[in-house]
């Protein structure tokens, strides 16, 4: 099968990788963090300005944009890329993550799953069929196979059932993909925390074969150290040659362990979200702007930073906005998580290729064990 995109791996230190994904739509800088713009925005930023921290690539929502404002419209609007103002790659998630976590408003079967929307109760059908057919219309440059994830924890039994449809369900999805130069098809492992299930899922996707593999069906309730000892084994089942993506992670130290691991590719709302309910990311961990010690403090947010909101504006300013619910405290505190976030990134990929990243990891603890430092 000749890849939709083009993946180097320039250097390793331990089982971490740093590289470069190509695309027609330009280069991705790996290990990379993707913000998520679940509509067609990362909520309270610019494309431009999202850009601006030094993301390479975006992830899109297929449940939700299939719901608001279709498919078929972003399509007939010159598709997600055009629509949204980002030009460079997009990944879009299949919507079988959103679709599960539904509940009761959905209907599982092996041939997809029937659900009820969220936001007008109107009936939907999502197959892996129909699921590759949005995504195209959607323009995106990464596809993923439309799969299912079961919450942690589950019985064994219960994982494995849904893994072996998740399989059938890749199958379905390459074939319904077919052959799109300069696009790609991700599969993604799944089998909960259970060695034997990671290997069997790994096997079948490989058998299909694909551009690139994700490492699902985690982050979803088991906590990091169970995560952590997936993610000791399950990234070397994957093919060396093809980037590897973890799926909705997430904090700070989840992504550095990740990394150590053999990830190259992760995404999460964290930064954004955090932002939103003023919490900021910074190297010595969470800082909560609405907290009272901040209100007479003129130092930024975090010294040395370079993004507007530490650049220009004291963390007495970032209270004051917060608590009074200004839109302008969700912008300035999410543009600062994202650059914090790329920066992280950045220092992870100049750490692996200069074969410092025991050291870099040790310093990033250490910063964080310190905490944020009181006002004098």
Not at 49 to 64: C, E, K, M, P, W
Not at 141 to 159: G, K
Not at 212 to 233: I, N, P, R, T
Request: glycine share 12%; net charge neutral; with cysteine.
């Amino acid at each position: 099968m000749a890849m939709g995109i083009g993946f180097r791996i320039s250097a390793t230190d331990g089982a971490a990788r740093t590289g470069v994904i190509s695309t027609p739509r330009g280069e991705i800088r790996t290990p990379a963090f993707m913000p998520v713009g679940t509509a067609g925005t990362v909520k309270a930023m610019l494309p431009e300005s999202v850009a601006a921290t030094g993301a390479d690539i975006l992830l899109g929502n297929t449940y939700h944009l299939m719901l608001r404002p279709t498919a078929e419209r972003v399509a007939a609007l010159g598709g997600l890329h055009r629509f949204m103002n980002w030009e460079k790659p997009i990944l879009t998630d299949s919507g079988g993550f959103q679709v599960m976590s539904l509940g009761p408003l959905r209907k599982l079967t092996e041939e997809g799953v029937r659900f009820s929307s969220h936001l007008d109760g109107s009936k939907h059908m999502l197959t892996p069929e129909r699921s590759m057919e949005i995504q195209r219309l959607l323009g995106s440059d990464i596809v993923m196979c439309f799969d299912e994830c079961p919450a942690l924890p589950a019985d064994e039994a219960t994982v494995a059932k849904s893994m072996r449809l998740s399989m059938r369900w890749a199958e379905r999805s390459r074939d319904a993909f077919g052959d799109r130069p300069g696009h790609a098809l991700f599969g993604i492992m799944q089998g909960g925390v259970t060695r034997e299930l990671r290997e069997e899922s790994a096997e079948s996707l490989k058998r299909i074969g694909f551009d690139g593999y994700a490492v699902g069906g985690l982050a979803v309730g088991e906590g990091q150290e169970a995560m952590f000892s997936v993610l000791d084994y399950a990234p070397g089942f994957l093919p060396e040659d093809r980037p590897r993506y973890l799926m909705g992670v997430g904090k700070p130290d989840d992504i550095v362990g990740a990394v150590e691991r053999g990830i190259d590719m992760m995404d999460c709302v964290l930064p954004s979200r955090s932002g939103r309910t003023g919490q900021a990311w910074t190297a010595r961990g969470q800082v909560n702007l609405r907290n009272a010690r901040h209100k007479n403090d003129l130092r930024p947010l975090e010294e040395g930073c370079q993004c507007p909101a530490c650049r220009s504006y004291s963390r007495a300013y970032l209270h004051h906005v917060v608590k009074a619910d200004e839109i302008i405290g969700s912008m300035l505190l999410t543009w600062h998580n994202l650059h914090y976030y790329q920066l992280l990134m950045h220092g992870l990929r100049e750490a692996i290729a200069a074969g410092g990243l025991a050291a870099f990891v040790v310093g990033f603890h250490a910063k964080r064990a310190e905490g944020d430092v009181e006002p004098v």
